[in-house]
T-cell receptor, first 115, second 111 residues
């Protein structure tokens, strides 16, 4: 167990809807990263938040947005859902993102299905 | 486009043998290297990190890094059926916040 929690576990939405996924970081970790993992693929980096500020973004459109709160919990919001958004969404918590020795620990993930 | 390449497998290894998993990466600026294990339907679990050339051992696992040849490998000694999973190689560049993952190698340990 990494101490990282995510909710909900599973979610079914229809195309065009909006969704919010939540993540609670491991105690003492001030950085959260979000990844999308399609079936049979490795996780793809969406963005990272460090001390409530966005600290890098991958190649995802603006309809993917996020927040990090003072208690270091985090949200991933996806607007105008598309069928290709169906995937496992993972959050990973870590400490100082500027250290070469930074390690990321994943939560259990949220399985999103878009119909 | 930075790439991390892994043989997708499946790789079948008899119980008790050594499983060898390989990963190559394209960016010479990469500084940090990780192996994650992912069971079917579960999230990735960090099993090894390595930052400098050479070998790093942790129990039955040994990670090997060769920056000149741009590859990193994972050896699993005395393979057990519980080692059957997909193994993901991940790479991070200095000053870069993201992990770049390979597609993973599916390992099956045959009893």
């Amino acid at each position: 167990e990494t101490g990282v929690t995510q909710s909900p576990t599973h979610l079914i939405k229809t195309r065009g809807q909006q969704v919010t996924l939540r993540c609670s970081s491991q105690s003492g970790h001030n950085t959260v990263s979000w990844y999308q993992q399609a079936l049979g693929q490795g996780p793809q980096f969406i963005f990272q938040y460090y001390r409530e500020e966005e600290n890098g973004r991958g190649n995802f459109p603006p309809r993917f947005s996020g927040l990090q709160f003072p208690n270091y919990s985090s949200e991933l919001n996806v607007n105008a859902l598309e069928l290709d958004d169906s995937a496992l969404y993972l959050c990973a918590s870590s400490t100082d993102p500027f250290s070469s020795y930074n390690e990321q620990f994943f939560g259990p993930g949220t399985r999103l299905t878009v119909l | 486009q930075k790439e991390v390449e892994q043989n997708s497998g499946p790789l079948s290894v008899p119980e008790g043998a050594i499983a060898s998993l390989n990963c190559t990466y394209s960016d010479r600026g990469s500084q940090s290297f990780f192996w994650y294990r992912q069971y079917s339907g579960k999230s990735p679990e960090l099993i090894m990190s390595i930052y400098s050339n050479g070998d790093k051992e942790d129990g039955r696992f040994t990670a090997q890094l060769n920056k000149a040849s741009q590859y990193v490998s994972l050896l699993i000694r005395d393979s057990q059926p519980s080692d059957s999973a997909t193994y993901l190689c991940a790479v991070r560049d200095f000053g870069n916040e993201k992990l770049t993952f390979g597609t993973g190698t599916r390992l099956t340990i045959i009893p």
